[in-house]
């Protein structure tokens, strides 16, 4: 993951490189604005278009037992707890910090795991909340958000004042290939630490519980849900793919090289695999 990370800082450098030395140092300026508007209230948009609630202990008194318990054995402030009526079974965390984390489950999901189960996903979704992965993806994010901004301006020229620089190519032009390079490049790579969180989030899940079984029953459960729900219904949240603990797609078109998720049989081997490290029995 740190030598991912390099990689993605490297490509940006070379962005914000190529966009200060062609004067759109204003561009980066007013898109910097806009991360911060991202950082500070996305997760609050995300919720609410989601259809989320935040519910309290008297109208949840299971679920927040239950993350509440979580959260003594993982040394963590106890987030906010938030259901979605949806009759997909998942789960998944946002918030850019501990304190400002709210971990939320759909009514599908309590509907069909046993309480083992979704305990093993509830902590699979703390996890993200201690490794704070919501803002690292919001950072990682960004400057593919500024690659393809820069590339749309690049396009009409003007934005650079589509000068040459001693009978060298358009500096619009220059922007523009090094704005596609980079948007390609972080898209991948973006994919690749989703992919290694997902890991982690899995291993930290393990580690909480002390019984990866369960987690490893509960994905396969919420996959085979997943099948059954009709494709409209999962259209109309696949936006929030990268934070559902299985995504939508449960089969990704494209492969695993542009999927948010790891492959379910990888998951699910590495489970079996930590189950054995723990001397568990694995069917």
Known sequence: MLLTFFLLGLVYVVLIG????SK?????LFIAVLFA??????????????????????????????????????????????VMHSAMPNAFAMGRSQKSATVCATTGIMEL??????????????????????????LASFFAMLAALLTRFGIYGQMFGGGRRDNGPPVWLIVFVV?????????????????????????????????????MSALQKIASGIMQIPQQDLREVQSMNAFF????????????LFATH??????????AEIAREMGKPVA
Do not use: W
């Open 37 to 82: 508007a991202q950082v500070f209230f996305s997760d609050k948009i995300a919720l609410r278009a989601m259809g989320v609630r935040e519910v309290s202990p008297q109208e949840a008194p299971e679920l927040h037992a239950m993350i509440e318990r979580l959260c003594i054995q993982a040394d963590l402030p106890k987030p906010r707890v938030g």
């Open 18 to 21: 190529v966009a200060i030395a």
């Open 113 to 138: 795991l046993s309480p083992a189960e979704l305990e093993g996903v509830l902590a699979h979704e703390l996890t993200h909340v201690i490794n704070r992965d919501v803002l690292i993806m919001t």
């Open 179 to 215: 704005s596609i390079l980079t948007y390609i490049l972080s898209y991948l790579l973006i994919r690749m630490i989703s992919r290694y969180r997902e890991y982690a989030a899995d291993r930290g899940s393990a580690l909480i519980t002390g019984a990866p079984e369960n987690l």
């Open 24 to 28: 759109a140092a204003i561009a980066v």
């Open 245 to 256: 603990i299985i995504p939508t797609s449960v089969k990704s078109t494209f492969g695993e």
């Open 262 to 271: 790891p492959p379910l049989e990888k998951r699910l081997a590495r489970l």
